[in-house]
């Protein structure tokens, strides 16, 4: 059972930028998918990108394309989200999952984490 950890959200204001971290409980992370996930109040749950397990395949949802970039380094059991020109439209709560191939994501999700909240405000 993987546990997943979120962390690095908070306050920015517009046209700024965040990082956030993803750490995985397991070595076997190293093997699974990590998708990223959004979702703002009152609204469905939105796909924000997937990489695969060695980070060398990335895919972006449209709305973050050329904003956002994802990495991850699984001798530490953790990815990244990086994000920046951010808008107030990118309020919300972010989520990272993990599935176990690239053509899965972001359709399915094995293991969810709990969530951090990103607010974009002046």
């Known amino acids: 059972q993987l546990q997943l950890v979120e962390s690095g959200g908070g306050l920015v204001q517009p046209g700024g930028s965040l990082r956030l971290s993803c750490v995985v409980s397991?070595?076997?992370?190293?093997?699974?998918?990590i998708g990223w996930f959004r979702q703002a109040p009152g609204k469905e749950r939105e796909w924000v990108g997937c990489?695969?397990?060695?980070?060398?395949?990335?895919k972006y949802g449209d709305s973050v394309k050329g904003r956002f970039t994802m990495s991850r380094i699984n001798v530490k059991n953790t990815a990244y989200l990086q994000m920046d020109s951010l808008k107030p439209e990118d309020t919300a709560i972010y989520y990272c999952?993990?599935?176990?191939?690239?053509?899965?994501?972001?359709?399915?999700?094995?293991?969810w984490g709990q969530g951090t909240q990103v607010t974009v405000s002046s």
């Open positions: 990489i695969n397990s060695h980070g060398g395949s990335t």
């Open positions: 397991e070595a076997i992370s190293r093997y699974y998918v």
């Open positions: 999952s993990a599935v176990t191939t690239y053509e899965r994501c972001p359709q399915e999700v094995d293991y």
